[in-house]
């Protein structure tokens, strides 16, 4: 990720903050976004490299469903055991080995922990910055309050 220039918050006045803080929202929910979509993909593997790994011998022919959609499944019979085809993604699909296709998604799920780990660093930052960002405009608030009260005219 790209390092966005420091800025003192100190010296922004509380419209400014406002805005900054409003940023820091949109992208932490975006961030947030993507973790949840990342780890639905990592689940999506992983249950990959369960079907592949409950492929086996003595599965030859029985008969199974094969999905068509994600709510339309129709019988099928499990012909090949040490074959399958995989989907390496964008509507391309490979046929390899068993052990290959579990490698294959194995390899997939480290790619995408890998990203959700920096996912959630940069997700812990953006919150401490917001953090930051609401003590500094609390105390802003408190001092525009003071400096108002004393400005009054006592009677």
Do not use: W
């Not at 918050?9 to 409003?22: G, N």
């Amino acid at each position: 990720m790209a390092q966005a220039p420091k800025i003192d918050l100190q010296d922004l006045d509380l419209t400014q903050l406002v805005e900054v803080k409003k940023q820091l929202e949109e992208e932490l929910s975006h961030l947030t976004s993507s973790f949840g979509q990342l780890k639905q993909a990592q689940n999506r593997f992983a249950d990959c490299i369960e079907s592949c790994q409950a492929i086996n011998a003595a599965n030859k022919d029985k008969t199974i469903l094969v999905p068509l959609t994600s709510s339309l499944y129709v019988p099928g019979k499990l012909a090949n055991v040490e074959k399958v085809i995989v989907d390496i993604g964008t509507g391309y699909y490979v046929e390899k080995t068993v052990e290959d296709a579990i490698k294959f998604y194995n390899n997939k799920v480290d790619f995408v922990k890998g990203n959700l780990d920096k996912i959630q660093t940069a997700v812990a930052t953006k919150q401490g910055n917001l953090r930051s960002l609401m003590e500094v405009m609390q105390y802003k608030v408190q001092m525009q309050q003071e400096q108002q009260r004393a400005a009054a005219p006592k009677a």
